[in-house]
């Protein structure tokens, strides 16, 4: 039972971080990301600003390190936004192996606890007090037992429900990085086509 009491206390460390992280960013990103982009398209130094404010998001940061680059072409631009996100992705999914690791071994310390314990309820068993004292005293350590492998299940349900909705809002905030970096990425190739982002072949550190 104490290394189930750890694995809860763990658990819920665990869920209330990421309840409060993914609260924070689902409130704030979809807002952000649409007024970035509006702001984008009639000035850039404004979208920028309005990114920087909000470092504390992924998002931003990712479409902040492929704004930073200093007349980048949009193939480098593309290669920037993917990269960053790529680095985002670990924090998204932060803790997600040790949700894993929680659900697969809850259980199996519940049933060893159980198994233990009936090992030392009958073994104090005899046939000759068999229907006496002890053999209440077995019953008794029997369902006490159980309670082990109760719990295990108890706590593995628990952070299985929460570990699967982080799972799903890793998947949400994946698409939406996906969705929105495709469009600042299609607007800056709108600019550098039509001039508003000067490049020259000089400027690229490979030549």
């Given at each position: 039972m104490w290394p189930l009491l750890g694995f809860s206390i763990l658990a819920i460390a665990l869920i209330l971080e990421r309840l409060i992280f993914w609260s924070k960013v689902l409130k704030r990103t979809d807002r952000l990301v649409r007024e970035s982009l509006s702001l984008y398209r009639r000035n850039p130094n404004a979208s920028f600003g309005?990114?920087?404010?909000?470092?504390?998001?992924?998002?931003?940061?990712?479409?902040?390190?492929?704004?930073?680059?200093?007349?980048?072409?949009?193939?480098?631009?593309?290669?920037?936004?993917?990269?960053?996100?790529?680095?985002?992705?670990?924090?998204?999914?932060?803790?997600?192996?040790?949700?894993?690791?929680?659900i697969s071994l809850a259980p199996l310390l519940g049933l060893l606890g159980t198994v233990l314990g009936l090992i030392r309820s009958f073994a104090s068993l005899t046939l000759n007090s068999v229907g006496g004292k002890n053999t209440l005293e077995v019953t008794g350590g029997v369902s006490e037992a159980l309670i082990s492998t109760a719990s295990g299940l108890g706590v593995a349900i628990v952070t299985l429900l929460f570990a699967n909705s982080f799972r799903g809002l890793y998947l949400r905030q994946l698409a939406m990085i996906q969705e929105y970096g495709g469009q600042?990425?299609?607007?800056?190739?709108?600019?550098?086509d039509t001039?508003?982002?000067r490049y020259t072949p000089t400027q690229d550190p490979r030549y």
């Open positions: 309005l990114l920087e404010k909000h470092t504390d998001l992924p998002i931003a940061r990712i479409f902040l390190a492929a704004l930073e680059l200093d007349q980048a072409t949009p193939e480098e631009f593309r290669l920037a936004l993917e990269s960053s996100a790529q680095a985002e992705l670990p924090l998204l999914k932060r803790f997600s192996t040790v949700f894993e690791t929680i600042l990425e299609l607007l800056y190739r709108r600019r550098f001039g508003g982002v």
